[in-house]
């Protein structure tokens, strides 16, 4: 297993801004994919962003319908962390965020973080 923790949530005002991230137990394997996730109460929950990276075939990105062009994810291999940029935020955002690892060897989730967009 790997163990991940989020960080970066609270309370913005709508069209703020708000980064998150999620800090691995240790490095990430060569091939895998990154994600973040959202949840709200009483819901299921949804893919927000995915990072994969594909050695010697370049990295690719996904976005849910509902955050593109506001939300960018990254990574940092130095850190062993995966960041998404939360831009222009609006009440609809507002639920508690995961990140997820996953590889051939590891599928990892962490604790989640709050983000709260109030008007």
């Known amino acids: 297993q790997v163990h991940l923790v989020e960080s970066g949530g609270g309370v913005v005002q709508v069209g703020g801004s708000l980064r998150l991230s999620c800090a691995a137990s240790?490095?990430?394997?060569?091939?895998?994919?990154m994600s973040w996730h959202r949840q709200a109460p009483g819901k299921e929950r949804e893919l927000v962003a995915e990072?994969?990276?594909?050695?010697?075939?370049?990295?690719?990105?996904k976005y849910a319908d509902s955050v593109k062009g506001r939300f960018t994810i990254s990574r940092d291999n130095a850190k062993n962390t995966v960041y998404m940029q939360m831009n222009s935020l609006k009440p609809e955002d507002t639920d508690v965020y995961y990140c997820n690892l996953k590889s051939p060897v590891v599928d990892g989730w962490g604790q989640g973080t709050l983000v709260t967009v109030t008007a």
């Open positions: 990072h994969t990276t594909i050695p010697n075939s370049g990295d690719n990105t």
């Open positions: 240790r490095a990430t394997y060569s091939a895998n994919a």
